[in-house]
């Protein structure tokens, strides 16, 4: 079948991309479904930093890549051996499509999925197959998802079946944002009644952080960014203190108003700067994770001696640490008890073709999840 989908040959295009345009909206030729695959209709799509560290090439990835992995559909068709699933069932995807075999899957971490790793890298579907193409070439796939398109053809360990009670917007920051930053907070750092905490860098991520902080009952929630109006949207999603690492005093005002720094530190936003006020405002004893994805070739330092001296933890935390299939469900049930407002990430819906605009707004960093709704 014919699909239109946004699909990124060049990366490392200079901004604004309204004008440079590096995402082309093209007609593609989409196969059926294969054996464990699933065709699923998009209906919404979020636009994710993930997304943008490819199209600026702070991740290299193999192009042409069809893009987008933060999304949710109905399942249309669904290919031998899949029997879970049924035609209109409604589904999030998830960018990592855990083998269910490997030793890291084995041990109940299917976010370390090595055969995802290598295929999410290689720019095919898990099984190793591309679905879409052009008359002269293959298009690689984004993460397997590639949902920035009127169709997609999935791995199923690439979809978790939900609940038809929630809108398709809503349902889609499931499978990126609200997993990652939610699953940092729940799985990775354990956070516990009263623990007190802050998040550096209020993207998507960071805003779920916050509100799975809040959901968790930690006593103190710091909230570190660069633009005044995402410190307002965290003060309203229940963040106690706000401050604007624009301020080269930043690390002095927080340590000095929580009496030392936080006992839980997330760092969200990918960057070196970031990260290192995230482990400047650690107190001691305390933990710093990151959810950040970095170019590879960054490097971060700090003081060796803190780790021992002040009995640190430093941790990273991909997809949350999560176990989609069961956390997702979990999430959606705690929104819909109004204990996860994620409906307050959501800044504006735009089309397919309005894509490239769309990440000039993110890549403000004034935007926290822009949404892609298809008809």
Known sequence: MKVKSAV???SGATLPYAESRPINIETLELDPPGQGEVLIQIKAASLCHSDLSVINGSRPRPLPMALGHEASGIVIKTGENVTDLQKGDHVVCVFVPSCGHCLPCKEGRPALCEPAAVTNTAGTLISGERRLHTLKED???HTGVSAFSEYAVVSRNSLVKVDKELPFEKLALYGCAVITGVGAVINTANIKLGNT???VGLGGVGLSALIGAVAAGAS??????INDSKLLQAKDLGATDVFNSTDKDVVEHISKATGGGLEYVFETAGVVPAMEVAYAITKRGGTTITT?????D???????????AEERTLKGSYIGSSVPSK??????ELTKQKRLPVDKLLTEFITLEEVNEGFDKLSSGKASRIIIKFD
């Open 8 to 10: 990124l040959r060049t």
């Open 139 to 141: 298009i690689n796939h």
């Open 197 to 199: 905490v802050a998040i």
């Open 220 to 225: 103190r929630i710091v909230a570190v960014d």
């Open 292 to 296: 950040g994805l970095p170019h590879p």
């Open 298 to 308: 960054h490097n971060f330092s700090f003081p060796y001696v803190t780790l021992t």
């Open 327 to 332: 956390d997702i469900p979990n999430y959606i």
